[in-house]
């Protein structure tokens, strides 16, 4: 990386973007870079990295736009890149101790994922909360679809559709 960020005949001045990608057997580092010496852009893929501890050497003494992009991929794929000065959660708390965008990473409803288990909670259909009176409460699809009042249904401080 540093020959082609230092390197005259590449010298690739901006790193445009630095993503975690989980293959389910491996963990990468995808970074994209520009040079002005070039019409197109070039992607590196650091692959290989243990899925049990990614780890990755910082490239923000290259390009000190990459700290934040290193952070967002510490907090959801959980690859450490040694040598960045503020590696914390972003998105996450930071007692959080999973990684959302992994593979392995478990939802609330995983319990459930075989289809011999039935419906998951989380595909259940809506069913009202609340009655009022004998008339329970629509929602916007029962209730068919929207009609525009008459003229004369129309109240002060309601204006007319056009």
Known sequence: ???????EQFEFELLADLAGVDTGTEMWVVYHLW???S???????AAGLSREDPRAPSVTFLWKGAEWAEREAYD???IVFEGNRDLRRIYMPPDYTSFPLRKDFLLPDDAA???GEGVRHVEQAFAPLE???TQPVM???ELGPRTTPAADELTA???KPA
């Open 76 to 78: 959801m794929f959980g």
């Open 139 to 141: 929602r916007r699809a």
């Open 157 to 159: 401080g309601t204006e």
């Open 39 to 45: 019409a197109d852009w070039l992607r590196v893929v």
């Open 1 to 7: 990386m540093r020959s082609l960020h230092d390197d």
């Open 113 to 115: 994922r075989s289809p």
């Open 131 to 133: 009655q009022h009176g």
């Open 35 to 37: 040079s002005p010496r």
